[in-house]
């Protein structure tokens, strides 16, 4: 029995007349290449359904379009062949086409000091639209970060002062006696407390960016938090850490300040939103911030455009 025998109920027309903003499918297991390695993925198809009269898309034609992806390295224009594959593939029924790709990236991340490396998971989305008004391409990673709390540092070091007047009150200073006092439990007293953090980075595209930014988005982000959460760790790869996260306390707001003004730097961006979450050790609930720039929807006529118009400021 050929096709033509079948029937065929994606094609019936129906009484409701009503346009559909986003048909396809969802969960859809695809390897994909990205960062140079070949990845497993899950990917989301869709188009609108513009005739309100017709009852259903033709799934098979997105999904086997979509296997194209997995051959070439994944970049802007390949997903714009293939979303134009997609509006092609329902000619007369839709303007809008829709993808979205999600995976994690395997990076391997050197040590601090010693000639190590491991591998660092980072979950990544790409998403991308060809409307009427253009074609835009959003990236969104997660990473992982230490975060040491800026006031329990400020109190642990009262607490130290408070413990050295105790313990040298009216003796004259001994260099050798101060210097055992300071590297025993005895003097330094009090620690700060340091949590496990997260940042999700969402950036839009410029419109002619020719390569998804994952690794340059990721190296501006850890570059700018400097306490990355780390892969192989030595004692001394540990110690470096340690004096990275005593220099450079913060809040949550100071996480996603310096994440704002390292995305600002980044180039072929045209908007981002970016979200830290701050896994406390001092409450049970999470400290959080959030920031943006430019980030309104795109898919309105002109809205694409003004995006690339804005100044960074
Ligand atoms: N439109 C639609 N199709 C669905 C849905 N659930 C399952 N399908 C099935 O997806 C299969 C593929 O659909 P089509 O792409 O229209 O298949 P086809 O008619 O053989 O392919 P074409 O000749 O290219 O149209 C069909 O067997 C549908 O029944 C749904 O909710 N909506």
Known sequence: MNSTNLPDIAAQTTQQQQPLDWVGMQGIALPLQLAGQRLKALADAGVSLDRGDVRGIH????????????????????????????????????????????????????????????????????????????????????????????????????????????????????????????????GIVATPHSQRSEATLQVRLAERAEDLPLLAVIDAAEQALGTAVQTAVKRADEQAFALANGQNPMFCEDAARRLHDALLRLLGLSAFSLEVVHRESLHAHDAVARSQWNWHPAASPGSAASDMCQSRS
């Open 59 to 186: 799934m098979s034609r997105l999904y086997l379009t979509l296997q194209q992806v997995q051959d070439a390295a994944l970049e802007p224009d390949l997903l714009k062949q293939l979303l134009a594959r997609f509006l092609d593939s329902h000619h007369g029924l839709s303007r809008q086409a829709y993808v979205a790709l999600r995976g994690e990236a395997l990076l391997s991340r050197p040590a601090l000091i010693s000639p190590l490396a491991g591998w660092k998971s980072y979950p990544f989305e790409v998403r991308a639209r060809q409307d009427p008004w253009g074609f835009h391409v959003e990236l969104q990673v997660r990473l992982e970060y230490s975060s040491t709390c800026p006031c329990s540092a400020a109190l642990a070091r009262q607490l130290i002062q408070q413990r050295f007047t105790q313990d040298f009150a009216d003796q004259p200073l001994n260099h050798a006696r101060l210097l055992d006092w300071l590297g025993s439990t005895q």
